[in-house]
């Protein structure tokens, strides 16, 4: 299982190389986000050093699941996805 | 050899396999025709693994096909869609695939089915670059690249020129002399009856006619087809 995974990750990750979609949103979503918390914040109710690590998580959590629905988009065109599931590799 | 029993799928209320059953031995090439919505294809994805029956089983070489990636490894399909990846080239595509079925040499392998379906000059073009026509053939050697006992086509000669159609039907012929199960569906009898051993006509999700193409009369066959494909459901 372990073997088709990377097989799959690597086609996603050449994918990924060629058309940086996935990237170039991440990153745009992530310096949104920073902006976004920055004006947001006031400093005299919560200190810089306790609003970072959940700051940090939402920008993870969420451009992770940007690059994650990029990702699924290749295998949604041309039913590409037809071809992952029709290969006699693990579903789970 | 390739057996299904009492086939049936339905969507919502409306039965799109209704009680299909046939068996093909290795060598046989089944035609199928029958008019738009008569359940064709979702009677190939059932017979490829990417749609559970609601009743009924499909079994190639003894293995039903639910139990997964056994059944699955002796499979090829040609859709309506390419199944490609745009960005990657016709070559990746298919390597991938022959990695995804475990060849030994996947890029030889990739490079022998481009060869086979004449588009391997152009190997190294993005699939997105590609004409329908060359995709088509792409896809093609994708779904045949692992040599798959059971191979289904779903309107494999659309968007083909004449160079494309005479190799996909130089191939099936090849495939289906090495002991291949073919599964041909298409609108156009003479394509399909050239390959045929058997030609069934579905309708409303079951076989209206189904009979070894030896026997047919194909005059009559295509009136009958003809008939039936001009009846509006």
Same mark, same amino acid.
């Given at each position: 299982m372990l073997a088709a995974a990377w097989l799959v990750a690597r086609k996603d990750l050449a994918i990924e190389f060629r058309t940086r979609t996935a990237f170039l949103s991440a990153l745009v979503f992530a310096l949104l986000g920073v902006t976004i918390f920055y004006f947001a914040w006031d400093a005299t109710a919560v200190a810089a050093a306790d609003l970072a690590p959940g700051v940090l998580w939402v920008i993870f959590t969420f451009a992770g699941l940007l690059g994650l629905q990029r990702s699924? =988009?290749?295998?949604?065109?041309?039913?590409?996805?037809? =071809?992952?599931? =029709?290969?006699?590799?693990?579903?789970e | 050899m390739v057996q299904a029993e009492g086939l049936v799928r339905a969507f919502g209320g409306r039965r799109a396999v209704d009680g299909v059953s046939f068996t093909l031995q290795a060598g046989d090439c089944l035609a199928?025709? &029958?008019?738009?919505?008569?359940?064709? %294809? %979702?009677?190939?994805? /059932?017979?490829? &693994?990417?749609?559970?029956?609601?009743?009924? +089983?499909?079994?190639?070489?003894?293995?039903?096909?639910?139990?997964? @990636?056994?059944?699955?490894?002796?499979? &090829?399909?040609?859709?309506?869609? +390419? /199944?490609? !990846? +745009?960005?990657? %080239?016709?070559?990746?595509?298919?390597?991938? @695939?022959?990695?995804? !079925?475990?060849?030994?040499?996947?890029? &030889?392998?990739? /490079?022998? @089915?481009?060869?086979? /379906?004449?588009?391997?000059?152009?190997?190294?073009?993005?699939?997105? %670059?590609? +004409?329908?026509?060359?995709q088509q053939r792409v896809s093609i050697a994708r779904a045949m690249v692992h040599s798959p006992s059971l191979l289904l086509c779903d309107e494999p000669y659309t968007g083909l020129d004449d160079a494309g159609s005479a190799a996909l039907t130089a191939a099936l012929t090849e495939r289906r002399e090495g002991g291949a199960v073919l599964l041909l569906v298409t609108h156009n009898l003479t394509e399909g009856l050239a390959l045929a051993t058997q030609a069934a006509i579905m309708r409303r999700g079951r076989f209206v006619r189904h009979e070894a193409r030896e026997l047919l009369d194909v005059r009559a066959y295509q009136a009958q087809y003809r008939e039936l494909a001009a009846v509006h459901d």
């Open positions: 699924f =988009g290749s295998e949604l065109a041309d039913r590409a996805v037809d =071809g992952l599931l =029709g290969a006699p590799i693990s579903r | 199928l025709f &029958g008019p738009n919505g008569a359940g064709k %294809t %979702t009677l190939l994805r /059932m017979l490829a &693994g990417l749609l559970a029956p609601g009743q009924g +089983s499909v079994r190639v070489n003894g293995v039903p096909v639910k139990e997964g @990636a056994a059944a699955r490894a002796q499979v &090829g399909l040609v859709s309506h869609a +390419s /199944m490609l !990846y +745009s960005v990657l %080239t016709a070559r990746e595509n298919v390597e991938f @695939a022959a990695r995804l !079925y475990g060849l030994p040499d996947p890029r &030889g392998a990739a /490079m022998r @089915a481009l060869e086979l /379906m004449r588009v391997d000059d152009r190997a190294d073009a993005p699939a997105r %670059t590609l +004409s329908r026509g060359l």
